[in-house]
């Protein structure tokens, strides 16, 4: 299971987080507390998705800490980085408030519907079109695009 899915959980947090370090240690708490639970979770039907909900729990819990702190840091183009045209997503999704952002990488990055991100992040698919909508709103705002969708999730 672990192997199965880390690297594409990581992937998946990185773009909710901003950061792969911060998603690389969400995803292993999340793993870590899988294992403590593992006679109740083991059973369930999508175990990775119980992973990546505690994950992402877990970095929305961090995030709000820091954000108590001090301000966020930009994500700097260093070497290994993240450059152009990503730097520039990965700046505006981090000016997205964090349910957008998570419903957003869900459902677009994972490829969820609506309802399993509703399901993951524990809302109503109402909800869930309103961040998508917001969400997308938000990005094309700030990377100086058309929102070509319409309404659509």
Known sequence: MYRASYS????????????????EEAVQEAFARLWVRWDQVGGYENVEAWVR?????????????????RALPVASGAAGGPTGPDLDLLRALRRVPVQQRSALVLHHVVGLSVEEVAEELASKPG???????????????????????????
């Not at 990005?139 to 319409?150: K, N």
């Open 8 to 23: 594409r959980l990581v992937g998946q947090l990185s773009v909710v987080t901003t950061s792969r370090a911060e998603a």
């Open 127 to 153: 909800t869930v079109k309103s961040w998508l909508s917001r969400g997308r709103a938000s990005l094309a705002g700030l990377l100086g695009c058309a929102d070509d969708e319409q309404g659509g999730s």
């Open 53 to 69: 909900r505690v994950a992402i729990n877990v970095a929305i819990g961090r995030w709000r800490r820091v954000m108590r702190e």
